[in-house]
């Protein structure tokens, strides 16, 4: 894509200059994504983790706000998964938010300037430093054609609203908006995780089950699962800073599956093992049971003991400028 970029080295600024013969439209894509780019950079900087996750919140049967996050490789089921809960709450008259489809930061609360909430109310104050906030990233959600029929009257909607000249492909697209508003759900910029869910949906001959994860497995599964903030524009890699990682963990530590604290002196580390200490499912399921392990994991949800108390998942919605 045409574009000349210019760095300034003192005021820390970029310009894009317009190629002749460029459209506006591409101007501004290239724009927003290296706006993107750079703040992905900064957060990783400040030890922030970047998964393959979906993430949404809703309200379970006490009445307060869980957030739900779903992390998993792709094509492992989180988008079929992410739909089902997000429809099945709104059948269930549950207030529900669709926070990522696919792309989640977790970082800690506390980490300034890089993961300041600028124009946006605090997730919750009561919290202090060092709780986990999962931020999604906007982006194209793609449901995989085999999926329509088993997410039953939601795949409905998602063929009505989706992009059909891509069904042909195996998969159709929609835009956050859509899908929120097929379930019924707002859409939110980031809360507090709640729990997190490792779903692996397979073939038909394998019964589903749901087990409970220790934190060395949840660790070990996070640790293999990290991405880079940012594949394309690794021009910017020299322009910041990355804190180095931490030591591997010794024989000394007595945490199993995390560092001990005079070890874990990475932020990434750090996020790690605030993420390994809540609650953990693995999901595993024939695909054409992803109604009903929908349903079976809201009613788990409902019976765990929220790790902070009632109203944890403490959404913040997407910013709007005050003008």
Not at 195 to 222: C, K, M, N, W, Y
Not at 270 to 279: D, E, Q
Not at 313 to 322: L, M, N, W, Y
């Given at each position: 894509?045409?574009?000349?970029?210019?760095?300034?080295?003192?005021?820390?600024?970029?310009?894009?200059?317009?190629?002749?013969?460029?459209?506006?439209?591409?101007?501004?894509?290239?724009?927003?994504?290296?706006?993107?780019?750079?703040?992905?950079?900064?957060?990783?900087?400040?030890?922030?983790?970047?998964?393959?996750?979906?993430?949404?919140?809703?309200?379970?049967?006490?009445?307060?706000?869980?957030?739900?996050?779903?992390?998993?490789?792709?094509?492992?089921?989180?988008?079929?998964?992410?739909?089902?809960?997000?429809?099945?709450?709104?059948?269930?008259?549950?207030?529900?938010?669709?926070?990522?489809?696919?792309?989640?930061?977790?970082?800690?609360?506390?980490?300034?300037?890089?993961?300041?909430?600028?124009?946006?109310?605090?997730?919750?104050?009561?919290?202090g430093a060092g709780s986990v906030i999962c931020r999604g990233?906007?982006?194209?959600?793609?449901?995989?054609?085999?999926?329509?029929?088993?997410?039953?009257?939601?795949?409905?909607?998602?063929?009505?609203?989706?992009?059909?000249?891509?069904?042909?492909?195996?998969?159709?697209?929609?835009?956050?908006?859509?899908?929120?508003?097929?379930?019924?759900?707002?859409?939110?910029?980031?809360?507090?995780?709640?729990?997190?869910?490792?779903?692996?949906?397979?073939?038909?001959?394998?019964?589903?089950?749901?087990?409970?994860?220790?934190?060395?497995?949840?660790?070990?599964?996070?640790?293999?699962?990290?991405?880079?903030?940012?594949?394309?524009?690794?021009?910017?890699?020299?322009?910041?800073?990355?804190?180095?990682?931490?030591?591997?963990?010794?024989?000394?530590?007595?945490?199993?599956?995390?560092?001990?604290?005079?070890?874990?002196?990475?932020?990434?580390?750090?996020?790690?093992?605030?993420?390994?200490?809540?609650?953990?499912?693995?999901?595993?399921?024939?695909?054409?049971?992803?109604?009903?392990?929908?349903?079976?994991?809201?009613?788990?949800?409902?019976?765990?003991?929220?790790?902070?108390?009632?109203?944890?998942?403490?959404?913040?919605?997407?910013?709007?400028?005050?003008?």
């Amino acid at each position: 894509m045409p574009r000349v970029l210019y760095v300034h080295p003192t005021d820390r600024m970029l310009w894009l200059r317009q190629h002749p013969g460029t459209g506006d439209q591409q101007v501004v894509r290239s724009a927003m994504r290296l706006v993107r780019a750079l703040l992905r950079r900064q957060l990783q900087a400040a030890g922030a983790v970047f998964l393959p996750a979906a993430a949404l919140a809703f309200t379970v049967r006490t009445g307060s706000r869980r957030c739900i996050t779903l992390i998993g490789p792709s094509r492992s089921g989180k988008t079929s998964l992410l739909l089902a809960l997000l429809d099945l709450a709104r059948q269930c008259a549950r207030r529900a938010a669709l926070i990522s489809n696919d792309d989640s930061t977790f970082h800690l609360t506390g980490c300034r300037p890089a993961c300041q909430d600028h124009g946006a109310p605090a997730l919750d104050p009561t919290r202090g430093a060092g709780s986990v906030i999962c931020r999604g990233w906007p982006r194209g959600i793609e449901v995989r054609v085999d999926m329509i029929g088993p997410l039953g009257g939601a795949g409905r909607r998602v063929r009505s609203a989706g992009s059909t000249s891509t069904a042909t492909l195996g998969s159709i697209y929609l835009r956050p908006e859509s899908a929120a508003a097929i379930t019924e759900a707002d859409l939110a910029a980031a809360a507090h995780p709640n729990v997190l869910i490792f779903p692996s949906f397979t073939g038909p001959d394998r019964a589903g089950d749901i087990e409970l994860l220790t934190p060395r497995q949840v660790v070990e599964r996070l640790s293999g699962l990290q991405q880079l903030p940012d594949p394309i524009e690794r021009w910017l890699d020299p322009f910041f800073l990355i804190p180095a990682e931490a030591p591997p963990p010794t024989a000394a530590a007595t945490h199993p599956g995390t560092l001990p604290p005079a070890t874990a002196t990475s932020g990434a580390q750090r996020v790690v093992n605030a993420l390994a200490a809540l609650p953990a499912l693995q999901v595993r399921a024939p695909a054409s049971d992803v109604l009903a392990t929908a349903a079976a994991l809201i009613g788990r949800i409902d019976g765990l003991d929220a790790p902070h108390g009632p109203g944890t998942a403490d959404t913040v919605p997407p910013f709007k400028d005050p003008r």
